[in-house]
């Protein structure tokens, strides 16, 4: 089945195709895990919902026809305004969860990078800004230490970073 064949199908038809399902859909990320001694590159997140405070690795949406290294070599553009060398991709995750009350679906790639500005390397945590249609959106970014994460630490997600990290 291609999409050119889905042009009459019906709605349900075409959600069965490109993985969603009703107002459900699986979301391709690619992710970049740049390593600085111990510590790791994240970016703070906020569940309100959950009153929660977390982490995750830069990077973000891989678009159709785009690859994951891609992806991420925009994402750190547009998030950080920063180049990356995109090496290996070390794990391929999924990850089901729940965020602001609503379940979540994400295959995750996840790919050793490391920044090509030095300077980034030197900072300790810092506010990026990214311009987006309509909005302005501030990334709270941060090197925090690998052993950090997990039992009474800091929340890392997807939580199966957290035992990649320990290997």
């Known amino acids: 089945m291609s999409p050119d064949s889905l042009a009459g199908a019906a709605p349900a038809a075409r959600a069965a195709y490109d993985g969603r399902v009703g107002d459900h859909h699986i ?5 970049a895990l740049i390593r600085r001694g111990d ?18 690795l830069l990077g973000g949406t891989i678009e159709f026809g785009e690859l994951g290294a891609d992806a991420i070599r925009r994402e750190l553009q547009e998030e950080l305004a920063a180049e990356v060398e995109v090496k290996a991709r070390v794990a391929t995750l999924e990850n089901v969860f729940t965020w602001e009350g609503s379940v979540r679906h994400e295959i995750v790639l996840v790919y050793e990078c490391t920044l090509r500005d030095a300077a980034l390397n030197s900072r300790d945590q810092w506010t990026a800004h990214e311009e987006s249609p309509g909005r302005r959106i501030a990334h709270k970014i941060a090197w925090k230490r690998t052993d950090g994460f997990g039992a009474g630490g800091d929340i890392l997600y997807p939580e199966a970073l957290t035992t990649l990290l320990r290997r």
């Open 27 to 31: 979301r391709p990320l690619a992710l």
């Open 39 to 56: 510590e790791i590159l994240v970016e703070e997140g906020r569940d309100e919902t959950k009153d929660e405070t977390f982490f995750r």
